[in-house]
């Protein structure tokens, strides 16, 4: 069975503090792909970053970074130097299927909140 | 290009209606979606479609109908409401039905079955 969990169901911190969102997974597909997607409070779901199972460079994007280790089955997100604006619920999902159809199987989500 | 839309943004039902949420994308996207989101359970996968005429289920799809007659639209249809299914729906398109494909969601429908 595919599953993803996101064991931080809140964090705070305070305005540029760094921060690291952690999202372990389970699947027994060898292809496979992560995503990352952010829900500020206005609801809608925007996409971070894609990264495939078998790339694992870690990535920077600004004051993003991801963090991918098929050994330990995580792919963590870190904020550097916070902002009120990264205030929002982050989820991390799995698809899978073997690369055959495109269903996400998300986490139940990070509740960040950047305090000035 | 307007991407996913969904109407209405806010529903309010009785127990026992029925009605349709309404989807579309103008992307010319092969794949569709609907979840649901419930507190502290994340998005869950309603039913799907790989491209038109084409529909399957997801990980929760009871008391939900789903059609795709065009490669626009995907409809969820709630055939009797129950509160149970108050929840936050979002419909999702991608490019292709491949894994890899992001997919782009609508702004979601608040649905409230009383």
């Known amino acids: 069975a595919q599953k993803v969990t996101q064991a931080q169901t809140e964090i705070s911190v305070v305005e540029k503090e760094d921060v690291t969102l952690d999202c372990v997974y389970e699947t027994r597909d060898t292809t496979y792909y992560l995503f990352w997607y952010k829900q500020p409070p206005s609801g809608e779901l925007v996409f971070l970053i894609r990264?495939?199972?078998?790339?694992?460079q870690n990535e920077i994007s600004g004051r993003y970074s991801w963090n991918f280790q098929k050994s330990t089955s995580s792919f963590n997100f870190t904020i550097t130097a916070s902002q009120v604006v990264d205030s929002a619920v982050y989820f991390c999902?799995?698809?899978?299927?073997?690369?055959?159809?495109?269903?996400?199987?998300f986490g139940t989500g990070t509740l960040l909140a950047v305090q000035p | 290009n307007a991407g996913v839309t969904q109407t209405p943004k806010f529903q309010v039902l009785k127990t026992g209606q029925s009605m349709t949420l309404q989807c579309a994308q103008d992307?010319?996207?092969?794949?569709m979606s609907w979840y649901r989101q419930d507190p502290g359970m994340g998005l869950r996968l309603i039913h799907y479609?790989?491209?038109?005429?084409?529909?399957d289920q997801g990980e929760v799809p009871n008391g939900y109908n789903v059609s795709r007659s065009t490669t626009e639209d995907f409809p969820l249809r709630l055939l009797s409401a129950a509160p149970s299914q108050t929840s936050v729906y979002f419909c999702?398109?991608?490019?292709?039905?491949?894994?890899?494909?992001?997919?782009?969601f609508g702004p979601g429908t608040r649905l409230t079955v009383l």
């Open positions: 999702a398109s991608s490019y292709g039905r491949r894994s890899y494909n992001e997919q782009f």
């Open positions: 999902a799995l698809s899978g299927d073997g690369g055959a159809t495109n269903k996400l199987i």
């Open positions: 479609s790989v491209g038109a005429g084409i529909t």
């Open positions: 992307m010319n996207h092969e794949y």
């Open positions: 990264r495939n199972s078998f790339d694992e």
